[in-house]
């Protein structure tokens, strides 16, 4: 009788799962198939039994529809968690999804990418929600190095590589190198918080109440940080806030730079920051390399044009940015002995908030 010794085990009846837990969408990368769901970060409970209604997608078309005994719930803000249960309740869901149908003899190994920066109470939050989700073993990467890693930089190489993050919650700004960090900053101004400016403009401007949803629909429709060839414009429903009633409007993509102008201004300040506190030599690399963009905030139009005319660099948009900090968590588990040392591996070695 052959015996199997624990790797073997391993390798016949576990699975390998890295999970970008983003604030918008979480994104599951399976071993050996690659990105098998995409789910939006939003959980429905039912408060009259505390049972949860529906996860991802379902959730999401729920989000300002639901009767008062349901609750859409988004359980991370700003890239962490902000309720632990239902986090825990979404990641279970979302193992289980991933490894439906297979042998689960050995709980799944898992890597999870959060935002640079977080605070030790939010990076055990994360491991014990996971683990307490099934996973067997937990790995931690902050979600800058892990989109490096997605965009097959050479991270372990001494040669700068600058990677702008943008996701829901959060922007990540980090100069790697070495396998390591050198300068990051992480910046609360990304997709959601261009939506509630999108929201914030409208009220101001038309007295008329958008729903998150819609907003998210015309900043990716028409929004664009510098003026088109042709305007761009959309109509759009929302609640007069004048008497109450619904109310049409036409939005233009020059209303959408005007709401956008602010927090772009800011998030293009913050990469100079980051640039100008760079080591020369890193710095020379950057700017004979260029810059690379990923997360879904990559996506809105000009952007990549804007930052390269504000710092004199070349700014490259990854060909997937959605999914980069996904495969990032792929390619560290296809050989995690070699990414150990881009692992936070325990809550004292995170480096501190800034």
Do not use: C, W
Not at 195 to 201: G, K, M, P, R, V
């Amino acid at each position: 009788m052959k015996f199997f010794g624990k790797k073997s085990l391993r390798h016949l009846f576990s699975h390998d799962i890295g999970i970008d837990l983003g604030t918008a969408n979480t994104i599951v990368y399976l071993r050996g198939r690659g990105i098998v769901i995409n789910e939006p970060s939003v959980v429905a409970v039912n408060q009259k039994t505390g049972q949860v209604v529906a996860i991802g997608t379902e959730a999401r078309a729920m989000l300002g529809r639901t009767p008062s005994h349901i609750l859409a719930i988004k359980p991370l803000v700003d890239g962490v968690i902000s309720d632990f249960e239902i986090t825990e309740e979404m990641i279970s869901y979302l193992l289980g999804r991933a490894t439906s149908g297979s042998n689960k003899i050995l709980s799944p190994r898992v890597v999870v990418g959060v935002p640079s920066g977080i605070t030790n109470v939010e990076i055990r939050a994360v491991r014990d929600a996971t683990r307490n989700a099934g996973a067997g073993e937990v790995h931690i990467v902050e979600e800058p190095m892990a989109a490096a890693i997605g965009m097959r930089l050479p991270i372990h190489e001494p040669v700068g590589n600058m990677v702008i993050d943008i996701g829901g919650g959060t922007s990540d700004i980090a100069i790697i190198s070495l396998g390591g960090v050198v300068r990051s900053k992480n910046l609360r101004v990304a997709g959601d918080k261009f939506n509630s400016d999108i929201i914030a403009y409208v009220r101001n401007q038309f007295k008329v109440l958008l729903g998150e949803k819609t907003a998210e629909l015309v900043k990716m429709s028409i929004g664009s940080v510098l003026p088109t060839h042709a305007p761009l414009e959309m109509t759009v429903k929302g609640r007069d806030l004048v008497n109450g009633l619904p109310k049409e409007i036409v939005i233009t993509d020059t209303d959408i730079r005007d709401a956008l102008s602010q927090s772009v201004e800011s998030l293009v300040e913050t990469v100079r920051e980051v640039l100008e506190s760079t080591p020369p030599e890193i710095l020379s690399d950057i700017m004979h390399r260029g810059v690379y963009l990923s997360g879904g905030g990559a996506l809105v139009k000009g952007l990549r044009e804007l930052i390269e005319s504000e710092i004199n660099v070349p700014v490259h948009v990854d060909a997937d940015p959605l999914t980069a900090v996904a495969r990032g968590t792929g390619i560290i588990l296809e050989d995690l002995e070699s990414f150990r040392d881009v692992l936070i591996e325990n809550e004292s070695e995170l480096p501190p908030k800034k």
